[in-house]
């Protein structure tokens, strides 16, 4: 008998799913049929601050795969502004409402992939729903706020929230020509570096010529017929014709939880290894899940497009009748702003004390190719590593062009949990239009070392 | 009573050591003398090409420390223009001649670093001991090429081999403004790579418009009044105002071997993981030494600044009473020619096969951004990979900018063992300026996989 699988999201987990189930059952076995409540399917959400800034020019360019293709190529039925509004398990079936359409129709399942992503954390604030006030998480908040910048020329923008997207799309609205105000709740943005760290970050904010607001939470927000006109701080008023909101995202799980599959303590859908929920049947990937994190052995929610393609490829491969497992994550992550190039992998120092390691920190100035070769530009490299073992617990990068990607021999290493003791002696390339002889990442690494000797 | 300690060569491995020994033991009770032939101490020699090309304009950029420096800082009597030519073990002495000074005195010593370096190789051919042939090695090297091209103005160059400093030298006559060949004896420039792979640099040797002629072993010389004047291979006569060798290094050991300490199957000083040597009190480190490979568990000679500068901190940390071991090497090397980025660490194809691995191998192209994102280049990236366990053997990459650094990613994997399986899910860094969501070490891994688990 033909099973039918329903696949709910049609971004990265939810199509790489669907593809991998039917790489290894053909359409007369299995059909496939994926709801895209958006306009648009696999698309690269990390590309749109791009879009927004007009660095990336073309729509299409992010668009990976288009319901046509998917129809035409794999035989999958992928349906754009179809929302599920709602998940019967015991019946297995979902109800569907086409967009602008309210009512719905049941749509039968065999199985069924969870893949919703993750919305933006808006703040509970007087306001907060207004017109202007932007959310960057789905392709169509793409166009929405492009369209919004081309149409009513905005001159004065505030980003609420200093996290990756929020510095991204400050420096986009910069590119665009307008004023740009960051208004910030901790002492400097991008919280996912230790302080130390972002303070440079903080200083490349500056440079660019956007006004930073740190240690100011927001208290509300001014409308004038509907529509924003003002970010409000404990501080001062900040006249905007255009918000975003940097705040983070989190999993989009109501949709879940309303049908009764299991939410972990991180916020994130329950998964195993294979990306089974706990309900027989009913799968989940990507920015919605919950994920283990290999340093702290804890379950998180990082909403991030590599772990959406993973995931959303095992829980195909699973369903497929084959057989993989998804490892965890260590929240390594990369973003390129404000000129300034930034990286992280594993635990910051609070996060390390947070998980109980006892821990030290290293921090050291190199620079991206030897002294001497021309192009060399700076790299200030930081270590986390436990005190009584030396093994490495996490690292962040900041610095210029060619620092950041420098992170992933970092995460390398920190898969394999090495102590720097072991690092330190680490075959990596070496010539010196890419670094000098000794690498920033092994002058790190022998001087965690030293800390973690000098501190028995 | 006062130690003595001796150091026979003055760059990276031989004033690591010494550096690294005094910070551990005092002047009054070790005293420390170097002993250079040569004219620096300390410098950068794989900046040498550069300093012909006049990418690297100064001189002195390349020099790390001076004699003097380590006079005034360290209290070492770092002695250039002093050649050791002799070493008496039963007396524990070095015969010392001072440059242009033939007989020489001797000196004692209680301990005594062996720190020689590499020689470059010389082919035994008619002409081949001719004025204008030069290999490059060592600094006073760099100064005697650029000082000929800044005197003679030639206007044909020919490198005679075509391994990294062979191609570095092309590019390095090329921007000096001359005409120039570079004369292979293998079927590719960089045979440290497959052919496949190499067969990319061999294409971006000729869009720079040097004249590749592979597969064409040299004959002879044609010398002219002592100089010589071209090069003759068994398809051509190739007219040269200047040639340089790439032909490799091999350690240097005449020194060593003369005075009776052991030399290994590899061609370089036998060591243990401390450095030292089978002799009581002898230690070497550096080119001169051999190396244990991590992946095929031999002893090899690989002359490189990173092996060096570790080898003498490590033999330093050893004398100066403390503990330290050399882990071995993988292989790892990268350069810049011709505007190809070249990367490999482990085994290649023919090497696995010569250390006895069942293997297959798979190459993928990609991009070293997100392929929509502004400035996305080509990155080829080729796995070897073991055939029943899936372990990962040898990577070489061959792209454009941002491409080769990703080499220390699979070198940390290497180093760990790992199999494609296990690195296919890691958790690498992803942003759209920096890589495709599967970041092309994933992809490749990806697909080393499915080809282990089809070849079963």
Known sequence: MRERLVVVGGDAAGMSAAS?????????????????????????????????????TELDSLIAR?????????????????????????????????????????EGFDQLVVATGAVPVRPDLPGSEALGIYGVQVLDDGTTVRKAIDEAEPSRAVVVGGGYIGLEMAEAFKLRGME??????????????????????????????????????????EVTGGRVSAVVTEQRTLPADIVALGLGARPNTELAENGGIPIGTSGGIVVDRRMRTPVEGVWAAGDCTEKFHRV?????????????????????????GGYAGFPGVLGTAVTKVCGVEVARTGLKESEATDAGFEHLSVTIDSTTR?????????????????????????AQIVGEREAAKRIDALATALWNEMTVDDMLNMDLSYAPPYSPVWDPVLVASRSAWKAVEESR
Not at 34 to 56: H, K, L, M, N
Not at 377 to 393: D, F, H, M, N, T
């Open 20 to 56: 991998n189930a039917r790489r290894r059952r053909p359409p007369d076995e299995l059909e496939i049929v994926a709801f895209e409540r958006g306009s648009f399917t696999s698309y690269s959400a990390c590309g749109i601050p791009y879009f927004i800034g007009d660095v990336v």
């Open 66 to 106: 288009s319901p046509q293709e998917f129809k035409d190529k794999q035989s999958i039925d992928a349906r754009i502004g179809h929302e599920v509004t709602e998940i019967d398990l015991e019946a297995g079936a979902v109800r569907v409402s086409r967009r602008g359409d309210g009512a719905g129709t049941w």
């Open 180 to 221: 740009v105000s960051l208004v910030e709740m901790g002492p400097q943005p991008m919280g996912t570096l230790d302080p130390d760290m972002g303070a440079v970050v903080a200083d490349a904010v500056r440079n660019l010529d956007i006004a930073l607001y740190a240690e100011e939470p927001v208290t509300h927000f």
């Open 296 to 320: 702290s052995r804890k379950a998180v929610a990082i909403a991030l497009g590599t772990h959406a393609n993973k995931e959303g490829r095992i829980a195909g491969i699973n369903i497929g």
């Open 370 to 394: 030897a002294a001497y070769f021309p192009g060399a530009a700076p790299i200030k490299l930081k270590l986390v590593v436990e005190r009584l073992s030396g093994r490495l617990l996490g």
